[in-house]
């Protein structure tokens, strides 16, 4: 939100006008010393004060960095309310086991509210897993044809076959893609290039600025969701967001 400039208080005048003395030129119609140099700091404290006021309503204009709202305006949204009123946002991991079983739920809880809620996806793949990079890449390679919503299914859906393995399956998402009708070597190409990798880093970064240290980690209107992520909790936290 934009930084707001109170008007400076004034002080009442205590003498309800009565009994102020006014300045008086000095004879022969110059100015006094003293005049001059009041007027003088006069002018440099309105330079100063100007130049404050200016510069505070130039940092107001500025936007909101991605710490304070997870959500970019490129980010994947998989589901769109027309109020805006509430947003979840999701930083996952494909192969993350947690996030697998967060998976259901988060598709019911779509379906339920649909229409209803903003609903929009990050990548955050773990060092940890060893495909999650690979899984992140084909994901938005998919994007870039328009087909992230199904890949992001088909890699939930068919993580028990590639998920928590040594193996390499940079393959096995060259299959998903090909079951999905992509054009195969734009998708070779877009998983190889350094846009699809920048993208994912500018998610992770967001998530670490944000608060993210794990996955899933869940926002709901800009605020860390800290319970865990069970149908049951995130249910009461979009009635909540929706009712107020």
Not at 14 to 43: D, E, I, Y
Not at 58 to 85: C, F, I, M
Not at 105 to 115: D, N, P, S, T
Request: with cysteine.
């Amino acid at each position: 939100m934009p930084a707001t400039t109170r008007p400076a208080s004034r002080r009442p005048d205590k003498t309800g006008g009565k009994g102020r003395k006014n300045l008086k030129a000095p004879a022969g119609g110059g100015m006094s010393t003293n005049l001059r140099f009041t007027l003088g700091v006069l002018a440099a404290v309105a330079l100063i004060v100007g130049g404050a006021v200016f510069f505070a309503m130039k940092g107001s204009s500025e936007p909101a960095t991605a710490g304070s709202n997870p959500v970019r305006a490129d980010s994947h949204q998989l589901s769109t309310a027309a109020d805006g009123k509430v947003t979840i946002v999701e930083f996952l991991d494909f192969e993350c086991p947690s996030c697998g079983r967060a998976y259901p739920a988060v598709e019911q809880l779509r379906k339920e509210y649909a229409g209803k809620i903003t609903y929009v996806v990050r990548e955050f793949p773990l060092d940890m897993h060893p495909n999650a990079m690979n899984a992140a890449a084909a994901a938005e390679a998919a994007a870039n044809q328009g087909k992230f919503e199904a890949m992001y299914n088909k890699l939930f859906t068919t993580q028990q076959a590639w998920g928590g393995q040594q193996t390499d399956h940079a393959k096995t998402f060259d299959g998903y893609a090909q079951e999905l009708g992509l054009d195969m070597a734009r998708f070779r190409a877009d998983v190889a290039s350094q846009q699809v990798r920048d993208r994912i880093e500018t998610d992770r970064a967001d998530g670490a600025a944000a608060g993210a240290r794990g996955t899933p980690t869940f926002f709901v209107n800009g605020e860390l969701f800290e319970p865990a992520a069970t149908y049951d909790n995130l249910k009461a936290a979009i009635d909540t967001a929706l009712a107020g």
